[in-house]
């Protein structure tokens, strides 16, 4: 009998609180640095120091739950997290364990169009550790390791979610979005390269149809979209083909292996009891009033799905349209600028999800960068619409925009890229290409209607792209 099998997966992820200075401590929270010069006695962690709670961590971390929809304690507090790594100074972490700032929240997820709620167990703060350099291509391959404490003490929340993910596409998915959420809050910046953002993630696999939760292994700190699909395929895959082997599935903590392709073994998983937590001693319980919830959840702003069903209802985008677009707070802020210069939301959204994040991919960069004003956006496709260029010229000019920073305008003109409207001058081309193509016209003439398509690419080659195409069309039916 074959056994299908399904995965199930739980996520912890990982955001740096967008705060100037670090969580228990004055230091610098900017990324960068000489290492070791954005340090302290408090977070090095040095004898006879104390630390002192930065409030603006606490406003962020409850704006945080409340956008994901988390219940807020109204008593939490603060508790050590004992573990040697050398990229801890204290050897144990400050964290939240037992009682923790927000609880049982849930965020809604979409794949294949279809809408499924994922629960949130827990968002509690902590601060970060250190970090380790390795001197080789991956740590299992390191003869030696350098360490920058600067990342030492920088605030975080930590979101885990209950293990309500069944593919690595709805793992995806759930991280869009939670990244969406903290950037419209604007809590974390969520820069992945640069590790605000990282994903641990809890993959098991059990037969399908049954309740019984397999042994589950975690693949620690992946940081990208792409690692983390790849890698719970990858998971899914080992753990389903140990099993048919005959072989167990090991409690253990794993890496992802980029290069490779592939997870290693890093170490057995802990368990909680292993970190033998225990209530910090030097900070009291934090006690959060109504008011103070009542607040933050003023301050709250339009949320990746009620910012969709705006651009639906009121712009008439299309779903997928609007849910592209909101997936990225600096997406949809780039759209609405757009609109205040050309109100054509969908020619707009096209250029968006087309030319523009074909670039921004290209070149590795964030929708926050992009090189090109939304007035220059706007100001392009207003040639368009006065005939001024074509459309494939339109594109040319666009990515010598991103690349350059010129206006539209600037580099149709130096480049004389004016769009062929003159009626005789195209006559002259058309019909030369049909000169010079008589087997396409004794097609098309026999019924191969496509055979038009290759006459039109033909003129607009001729032309380098500057003819009108529409009117190109006009006068090759005409002829033919």
Same mark, same amino acid.
């Given at each position: ?58 406003? /962020? ?57 994922? !629960? ?74 640069? !590790? ?17 939760? !397999? ?10 979209? #792409? ?99 909101? !997936? ?12 205040? /210069? ?43 619409? #006065? ?91 005409? #002829?033919?």
């Amino acid at each position: 009998m074959i056994i299908e099998y399904e995965a199930v997966i739980g996520l912890e992820v990982h955001a740096e609180l967008k705060t100037n200075s670090k969580i228990f401590c004055a230091c610098s929270t900017e990324f960068g640095g000489d290492p070791n010069t954005h340090v302290c006695p408090v977070c090095l962690g040095l004898p006879g120091v104390l630390p002192v709670l930065n409030k603006e961590v606490v406003d /962020y971390a409850l704006k945080a739950g409340l956008a994901l929809n988390c219940q807020i304690a109204e008593y939490s507090k603060f508790d050590r997290k004992n573990y040697f790594y050398p990229d801890l100074p204290k050897a144990y972490q400050v964290s939240q364990y037992d009682l923790p700032i927000c609880e049982h929240g849930y965020l809604d997820i979409e794949v294949d169009g279809k809408t499924k709620r994922i !629960g949130i167990t827990r968002l509690h703060m902590e601060e970060d550790a250190g970090k380790l350099v390795h001197q080789g291509t991956a740590i299992v391959e390191s003869n030696s390791s350098l360490v920058d404490y600067n990342r030492t003490g920088v605030p975080l929340v930590e979101i885990v979610s209950e293990p309500d993910m069944r593919s690595a596409e709805e793992a995806k998915a759930y991280l869009e979005k939670v990244k969406a959420i903290l950037q419209y809050t604007e809590v974390s910046d969520c820069k992945m390269q640069e !590790g605000s953002l990282r994903c641990d993630a809890n993959i098991s696999v059990r037969p399908k149809g049954t309740e019984k939760l !397999g042994t589950k292994a975690e693949l620690k700190n992946m940081n990208s979209f #792409k690692a983390l699909q790849k890698a719970i395929e990858y998971e899914i895959a080992r753990q389903i083909e140990l099993i048919e082997d005959g072989e167990k599935v090991v409690q253990e903590t794993r890496s992802w292996d980029e290069n490779k392709g592939i997870s290693v073994s890093l170490r057995s998983k802990e368990e909680a009891h292993d970190y033998r937590y225990f209530p910090e001693p030097d900070l009291v319980p934090l006690v959060i009033d109504k008011q103070w919830v009542e607040r933050i959840r003023a301050t709250l702003p339009e949320l990746p799905d009620d910012r969709k069903q705006r651009l639906v209802n009121e712009l008439g985008l299309p779903e997928y349209d609007a849910a592209v677009i909101t !997936g990225s707070k600096d997406l949809a802020d780039y759209l609405d600028r757009c609109l205040e /210069y050309y109100p054509d939301a969908k020619k707009v959204s096209n250029w968006i999800m087309g030319e523009l994040l074909r670039l921004l991919n290209n070149s590795n960069m964030e929708p926050a960068e992009a090189p090109v004003e939304p007035k220059e956006m706007a100001e392009l496709l207003k040639l368009m619409d #006065k005939g001024t260029i074509s459309g494939t010229i339109a594109k040319q000019v666009f990515e010598e925009m991103f690349n350059t920073g010129k206006s539209a305008a600037e580099i149709v003109a130096a480049k004389g890229l004016e769009q062929i409207s003159d009626q005789s001058e195209l006559e002259k081309i058309v019909e030369k290409v049909i000169t010079d193509n008589p087997q396409s016209v004794a097609d098309y003439r026999g019924g191969k209607k496509q055979a038009a398509g290759f006459m039109v690419g033909q003129v607009m080659k001729a032309t380098r792209g500057k003819a009108n195409p529409k009117l190109v069309n006009e006068l090759l039916q005409k #002829k033919l």
